[in-house]
């Protein structure tokens, strides 16, 4: 059993910063890569950061110089750290994840945590 918690959602001002963690628990040995994802209302899930096996990463354009995203492999968590927040930002924002385990691999999503931007 794999769990992925989620943490370090919630309201924040307009230029605000927050940093979202998710950690992978379980019959895991590490993570391989990860992915941080939104949905904002009547909008569909997209991709807004991923990290692969090698520590390269990606972004979408709408959030290229403002997001970050990293790991810790002692602790098998993925971060996102956003500054220079906007209200377009707003949205429920998941991580995936792509682990390792006693044999193969798997894929598994986080609950989502909930990222509001308003002054």
């Known amino acids: 059993q794999v769990q992925l918690v989620e943490s370090g959602g919630g309201l924040v001002q307009p230029g605000g910063s927050l940093r979202l963690s998710c950690a992978a628990s379980?019959?895991?040995?590490?993570?391989?890569?990860a992915g941080w994802y939104r949905q904002a209302p009547g909008k569909e899930r997209e991709l807004v950061a991923g990290i692969a096996i090698g520590s390269s990463t990606n972004y979408a354009d709408s959030v290229k110089g403002r997001f970050t995203i990293s790991r810790d492999n002692a602790k098998n968590t993925v971060y996102l750290q956003m500054n220079s927040l906007k209200p377009e930002d707003t949205a429920v924002y998941y991580c995936?994840?792509?682990?390792?385990?006693?044999?193969?691999?798997?894929?598994?999503w986080g609950q989502g945590t909930q990222v509001n931007v308003s002054s």
């Open positions: 995936n994840v792509l682990v390792s385990l006693e044999v193969g691999s798997a894929n598994y």
């Open positions: 379980g019959r895991i040995f590490r993570i391989l890569a």
